[in-house]
């Protein structure tokens, strides 16, 4: 199967609600249990694992997702369950195991493959410089430097596609000083505004060097992927919560488009990409430097070795449940209950790779929860969007407004875990469904989001009864936030931002989750995104940038931050492990 059918596919997953079950076909079922993959082999060699259909909840498909990808990286289906969902895990080897004999094939006939490479054990492959993670950060990373020297580049990516984090953004970017403000007409945006704004959204807990970096090179480095990678962007930018001023650029096609992008960047400048390859330890030579890692790559391993350095790229740990409720502080409530918005890659492995060599780790505490996503998968709504750049309200299960809609994401997390069901509503009147067009942009998005049971349209009415919520009480709770937006003073939470009267229907109104979005800690770096060991000393020949890092967004990320993290500490360790810094 091609990489662009498995796209789909796990696209397909992260949307798929609890009860309504879709598949690479069409067709539906509604029988309990029932899981029917499509394993393609070559060469006795197991490449991928097509999910065809499966009715399971939406959590658990992630589980499937990573349970494909144990059994690619060790090419036999003999993989240990997922923990927290064994029965998915064993319905999904089954279905594995069957489609595999009515192919012909048998368990011996997958470890004669791997008998007849037994002589190649730890077999070795070289490079100048090696990127482990193919998201965001890692094809930055690749970019810059084979477009700066002549190095030799291996970018490692344990799933069957690149992407990561980022595929399943919007690739929003934020940049002070860019061209849509000047287009529209913002001259008051700054670094030092930019760098005020990061550092106070992250409850001045970050680097104050890091995020000067940041702020001084991010319009830079948007150019950049505008002029010299080719990132199509729109021709408007948005704002969002802890931003003093509009400023992030959107690219055309959202994160998936953008990924793309500099994915094919990287390979037409001659970046080599292995795919299904998992690292699992850092290798360091007698001099203590870090000259590569050891991976599983299509049931073989490998050592990779690079003569340079070692970029790590991984991501953070937001769908590693035992990881978060590790080392969370705050929140205290980040079992297996509470989603995440993250790729089921994202578990932490970078981190754990290098705090078992000696990395520093810094803000593990600071767990960011983002706070408007579907309560069937997890994932956030592209809906919300109306929430963020025009006007909506939150509501509760008692139809009252608990919070300033526009504050930051983590204030209004810890305001929605508060609720009733810890649950909220968001209600979005004609005049914004029309000014965003969003009844064609996400057509899609609404349609399933009917079909999960989470969003309704109509009248007031007819929302209020859908959710069960006191009509009488969100009619006045309308009619009272109306009375402070026509006097500009929002008397009970102070919001200031498109601060309009909410319209007359027909409105949308969706059901609202929090869920785990992105981990502010990590390896701590300097500012040449060297990894920092527990000594305070640079690890010789390691680097790290994107969410695997730390220190940089203190407790909280402002909303369109992370592309800008991971671009600029991305070129930057190119550069650095050009220059074997």
Not at 142 to 169: C, H, P, Q, W, Y
Request: aromatic content about 8%; overall charge negative; proline content about 3%.
């Amino acid at each position: 199967m091609k990489r662009k059918g498995w796209i789909l596919c796990l696209v397909l997953m992260m949307i798929t609600a609890a009860g309504i079950w879709l598949t690479a076909t069409g067709r539906q079922t509604g029988e309990p249990g029932e899981i029917r993959v499509d394993v393609v082999v070559d060469n006795h060699v197991i490449t991928h694992i097509e999910i065809l259909e499966h009715n399971e909840m939406p959590e658990f498909s992630k589980s499937m997702v990573q349970l494909a990808d144990n059994i690619v990286a060790k090419n036999s289906p003999d993989v240990d369950v997922i923990s927290g969902a064994t029965l998915t895990s064993n319905r999904f080897l089954k279905a594995v195991k069957r489609n595999l004999e009515e192919k012909g094939y048998s368990p011996e006939d997958l470890a004669t493959a791997e008998r007849e490479n037994d002589s190649a054990d730890h077999m070795q492959t070289e490079c100048d410089i090696l990127i482990i993670g193919g998201g965001g950060a890692g094809f930055s990373a690749a970019i810059e430097a084979a477009s700066t020297s002549d190095s030799r580049i291996i970018v490692l990516e344990k799933m069957s596609f690149g992407g990561g984090n980022t595929r399943m953004s919007g690739g929003e970017y934020a940049a002070p000083g860019n061209w849509v403000q000047q287009e529209e007409g913002v001259f008051d945006d700054s670094q030092e505004l930019y760098y005020q704004d990061i550092y106070e959204g992250g409850g001045r807990k970050g680097s104050p060097k890091l995020i000067r970096i940041l702020a001084e090179q991010a319009l830079e480095n948007a150019l950049w992927l505008r002029d010299f990678v080719g990132v199509e962007y729109k021709d408007y930018q948005s704002w969002y919560g802890g931003h003093s001023v509009p400023r992030t650029l959107w690219p055309v096609g959202d994160g998936p488009a953008y990924i793309d992008t500099l994915i094919g960047k990287a390979e037409e400048l001659g970046v080599d990409v292995h795919y299904n390859t998992r690292a699992v330890e850092l290798i360091r030579d007698s001099a203590g430097r870090v000259s590569g890692v050891r991976a599983v790559r299509m049931g073989k391993t490998v050592d990779y070795v690079a003569h340079k350095g070692v970029i790590l790229t991984t991501g953070g740990f937001g769908a590693n449940v035992d990881m978060r409720m590790e080392y969370d502080t705050h929140w205290k409530t980040l079992d297996a209950s509470i989603p995440t918005t993250n790729s089921p890659a994202i578990v932490g492995d970078g981190i754990v790779m290098a705090r078992d060599i000696g990395a520093n780790l810094v803000g593990m505490e600071d767990i960011q929860l983002y706070p408007v996503n579907n309560p069937a998968t997890g994932n956030y709504y592209f809906m919300d969007y109306a929430r963020i750049n025009a006007n909506a309200l939150l509501l509760n299960q008692e139809g009252e407004r608990f919070v300033d809609e526009k504050e930051t994401r983590d204030n209004l997390s810890a305001a929605i875990l508060k609720q009733t069901d810890a649950r909220a509503y968001e209600l979005i009147d004609s005049s914004v469904i029309k000014s965003m067009n969003l009844e064609h942009l996400y057509e899609g998005e609404m349609e399933k989001c009917i079909q999960q049971g989470v969003l309704a349209r109509g009248s007031l009415e007819d929302c209020c009864e859908y959710f069960k919520l006191p009509i009488e009480e969100v009619r006045n709770t309308i009619e009272e936030y109306n009375e402070f937006a026509a006097a500009g003073n929002d008397l009970d939470f102070g919001r200031t931002e498109h601060l309009q009267a909410i319209s007359q229907g027909p409105y949308i109104m969706f059901s609202c989750i929090v869920s785990v979005h992105h981990t502010m800690g990590g390896v701590e770096i300097d500012e040449y995104a060297r990894v920092i060991d527990t000594s305070g000393e640079p690890i010789k020949g390691l680097y790290a940038a994107g969410e695997v890092t730390g220190g940089i967004h203190g407790s909280n990320r402002l909303g369109s931050m992370s592309i800008p993290d991971t671009v600029t500490f991305g070129r930057i360790a190119a550069k650095s492990a050009v220059a074997e810094r």
